[in-house]
T-cell receptor
């Protein structure tokens, strides 16, 4: 089956630093990648949708200057948390949609997540 | 706007017992419907999905779900639960005709299985 990886799986950083999280589709090309944020014991909240080669579309309430998303290729999207603060600590999950499937929803695959802790 | 309600935050069952996790959605038409499972610290794994056709869908790990249009529900069932089924379960909906493929998730139901 299709595999999506995330790196790193967990990261601890000091307040004020920036952290980059990578999301890769390992055996397929992804037209679209999604970034979610999950707080403990809560659901996934969509942060943004990114399409290869274009700017990401952010959900209402998500600061685009704080959460920078780059989708430079069909297999890689990155989320950079700039000037991270403790309230940014969370579990970040990406998903990717298979290009060859014509963007059908059923071909959305999820990564294992990245746990961020800002001290 | 689409929304998903999972009324049970936490369910506890004994191993071997049957299971039903509830999911209700709000949407103007019949959406795409999904159930995902998440183990601690892990991403999401798709259990099953409904797009059209037979309203009873079979998934992996012995799970099934039934779409009931009149009740706007998509409840997940398993006849005999195994200890390894303990996890967080999420119901999700997606809009038909959407070119973006975004999903809306319920808050999740935590399943605990007693030996």
């Amino acid at each position: 089956g299709a595999v999506v990886s995330q790196h790193p799986s967990w990261v601890i950083c000091k307040s004020g630093t920036s952290v980059k999280i990578e999301c890769r589709s390992l055996d397929f090309q992804a037209t679209t990648m999604f970034w979610y944020r999950q707080f403990p014991k809560q659901s996934l909240m969509l942060m943004a949708t990114s399409n290869e080669g274009s700017k990401a579309t952010y959900e209402q309430g998500v600061e685009k200057d704080k959460f920078l998303i780059n989708h430079a290729s069909l297999t890689l999207s990155t989320l950079t948390v700039t000037s991270a603060h403790p309230e940014d600590s969370s579990f970040y999950i990406c998903s990717a949609r298979d290009k060859l499937a014509g963007g059908r929803m059923e071909t959305q695959y999820f990564g294992p997540g990245t746990r961020l802790l800002v001290l | 706007a689409q929304s998903v309600t999972q009324p049970d935050i936490h369910i506890t069952v004994s191993e071997g017992a049957s299971l039903e996790l509830r999911c209700n959605y709000s949407y103007g038409a019949t959406p795409y419907l999904f159930w995902y499972v998440q183990s601690p610290g892990q991403g999401l794994q798709l259990l099953l999905k409904y797009f059209s056709g037979d309203t009873l869908v079979q998934g992996i790990k012995g799970f099934e779900a039934e779409f009931k249009r009149s009740q706007s529900s998509f409840n997940l069932r398993k006849p005999s639960v195994h200890w390894s089924d303990a996890a967080e379960y999420f119901c999700a909906v997606g809009a038909r005709g959407s070119t973006l493929g975004r999903l809306y998730f319920g808050r999740g139901t935590q399943l605990t299985v007693w030996p």
